[in-house]
């Protein structure tokens, strides 16, 4: 990066905190260089709109950029915002959002030590890329049966936040710091893991049981062995056991008023267990850090952090790896790779080892949002997503609560000055529920010109009215659990109370009205015997690749709707009990 180019950044972080947060520019460089971990899309785009910024300062001022003044600088972006197709108002957006996460919800960070490895051993009987639900419990069970064993993360090791999601979090956990989008006819935000532990560090910890009726499906769709519930039962079962998956002794007011609304409307509403521990009395996510790779270090099993692989390839028989470490490239070699890093970086990463990867069609589970404002105090600096949600529509939709800290709630209502203040001063009266679908179809495509994979995602406008209902239901929740209003997360969005948001949503004409965002990312690598529809096998090995394997969320390719990962745990423990029945 050029130095003018920062230059220009922190020009701009610190303007944005000028004007929304009392000229509190104490984070302006951490909120630059969290920007600098976005996905390369996200700066590219900045880079091209600074150059007319640039222009236009130049023409107006004869000065760059970084030597305006405030008022100067906020008549070029008001012009230029003017100018639709050039969104120079994302950029404001995305800074602001940046400064409200680091300035709204602050706290430390705590690295883990652990124990390092020296690349002078060059060849592992097996390596596990990633280590998520899928790659924690594929190296466990391995180092378990005494299998020599390397897990290979691309993040670091950090102790979980007692905040929900604070801006050191989404810096040091979520890869792109959370910053990245997927392309299309719509665009969908969308975030996922990069740590020690995959998303089972940085989610709420919400166990869903695989669902009868998807297994029978996947083993229909598929021609797949073995994935039917019965097949799975024990493993659901040891997954449940080793995570301590619980129900809660109490819920707060709030949840109470919500099951109300939903019994009165004659809708099923579940509780949704957590992997918890109890400490002190206190319930605490009980995480793959926890848990199975807790006992995987314990049986001295030996992690590789920090460090990326770039390309595989076999030669002489044996699996290479092309790894970034510390900066620095080398290689290491192995009879057995487990890949266990997610749908977009299995995917890319085969993309870019030249294997084939026919039929790779991924799935997000889109979700809608609305802002609920109660009459009570119902929300808190540390506040956990509430664990019930209505499932009386499902497969179509589930309806549940978000993420909600103040941060949040201000990113969502930028666009609204007079509401953005209100948010402000009640903001702990207000809580974010959602609609989550699963629905559209994507592909992940990767240029060599671009270090980051490139998402394209695809909903149709045929699920307009699937969404519109989706979004009635949710409204119609919190006004019979005694909300005030609402306001949709939507493009020039407004306050809706009982009487006028049936109007809205049925005035809505284009799914462009509505933002998505998504934080489950599935499938890409279909899993049976038809070869000419599945990746891999069964079990999760790749047709015409030996000791290449595949076992995490990639595999789930239908329709699934919930939380995925206690399904991804129950296939992932099948799969490699499989592999050492076999082997």
């Not at 950029?91 to 002078?120: D, G, M, R, V, W």
């Not at 521990?277 to 001295?300: A, D």
């Not at 949503?505 to 599945?534: A, Q, T, W, Y």
Request: charge should be positive; glycine fraction near 4%; hydrophobic fraction near 40%.
């Amino acid at each position: 990066m050029n130095n003018k180019f920062f230059l220009q950044l922190m020009f701009f972080s610190k303007y944005i905190t000028h004007l929304y947060f009392d000229n509190n520019i104490k984070k302006s460089k951490k909120i630059v260089y969290h920007f600098l971990k976005s996905h390369i899309l996200v700066k590219i785009f900045v880079r091209i709109s600074f150059f007319y910024i640039d222009l236009i300062s130049i023409v107006l001022y004869r000065k760059k950029v970084n030597n305006l003044k405030y008022d100067q600088f906020k008549k070029i972006i008001n012009f230029l915002e003017k100018i639709n197709f050039l969104q120079i108002s994302k950029i404001s957006e995305l800074f602001h959002a940046l400064a409200s996460i680091h300035l709204c919800s602050e706290e430390k960070q705590i690295k883990i030590k652990y124990p390092t490895i020296s690349l002078n051993k060059k060849y592992y009987e097996n390596i596990v890329i990633g280590s998520g639900p899928g790659g924690s419990i594929t190296a466990n069970e391995l180092k378990k049966s005494n299998k020599e064993v390397l897990i290979i993360e691309k993040g670091d090791w950090f102790d979980h936040f007692k905040l929900k999601h604070p801006g050191n979090e989404l810096l040091t956990k979520w890869q792109y710091g959370g910053l990245a989008v997927a392309l299309g006819n719509i665009k969908i935000q969308y975030a996922s893991a990069e740590c020690f532990g995959g998303g089972s560090e940085i989610n709420s910890g919400l166990y869903h049981e695989p669902d009868i009726n998807f297994l029978n499906t996947w083993s229909e769709k598929f021609n797949t062995k073995n994935i039917k519930y019965r097949d799975l039962k024990n493993f659901i079962e040891e997954t449940k056991k080793k995570t301590n998956v619980k129900y809660l002794d109490k819920f707060p007011t709030i949840s109470e008023d919500i099951i109300r609304a939903a019994n009165n409307n004659k809708w099923k509403i579940e509780e949704v267990p957590r992997w918890v521990h109890i400490n002190n009395n206190n319930f605490k996510k009980k995480s793959m850090t926890q848990t199975y790779l807790k006992e995987y270090l314990y049986n001295k099993g030996q992690i590789l952090l920090n460090t990326s692989v770039k390309k595989i390839y076999k030669k002489a028989n044996v699996w290479n790896l092309r790894i970034k470490f510390k900066k620095k490239y080398d290689n290491v070699s192995c009879k057995n790779i487990f890949m266990c890093c997610g749908s977009i970086n299995n995917l890319h990463l085969l993309n870019k080892s030249k294997l084939k990867t026919q039929n790779t069609e991924i799935n997000l589970h889109p979700m809608i949002k609305i802002i609920v404002k109660f009459p009570k105090k119902i929300n808190t600096e540390n506040m956990e997503i509430l664990t019930h949600q209505v499932t009386e529509f499902f497969p179509k939709f589930l309806i549940g609560n978000a993420a909600s800290g103040l941060q949040f709630l201000r990113i969502a209502t930028l666009d609204n000055n007079t509401f953005y203040q209100e948010v402000k001063k009640e903001w702990k009266k207000m809580l974010v529920f959602h609609a989550t679908f699963s629905i559209g179809k994507g592909k992940i495509m990767s240029f060599p010109f671009l270090k980051d994979p490139v998402i394209f995602y695809d909903i149709e406008n045929k699920e307009l009215e699937l969404i519109k209902n989706g979004m009635s239901k949710l409204s119609k929740l919190m006004f019979d659990a005694g909300c005030e209003f609402i306001y949709p997360i939507t493009k020039c969005s407004n306050k809706l109370y009982a009487e006028t948001y049936s109007k809205f949503i049925n005035d809505i004409r284009d799914i462009k009205k509505f933002n998505f965002s998504s934080v489950h990312i599935l499938g890409g690598v279909p899993m049976g015997e038809d070869i000419n529809e599945c990746i891999v096998n069964s079990f999760g090995k790749m047709h015409n690749y030996d000791n290449l394997y595949i076992n995490d969320s990639s595999l789930i390719c239908n329709k699934l709707l919930k939380n995925p990962q206690g399904t991804t745990m129950a296939v992932a423990l099948r799969n490699i009990s499989n592999f050492l029945n076999t082997n």
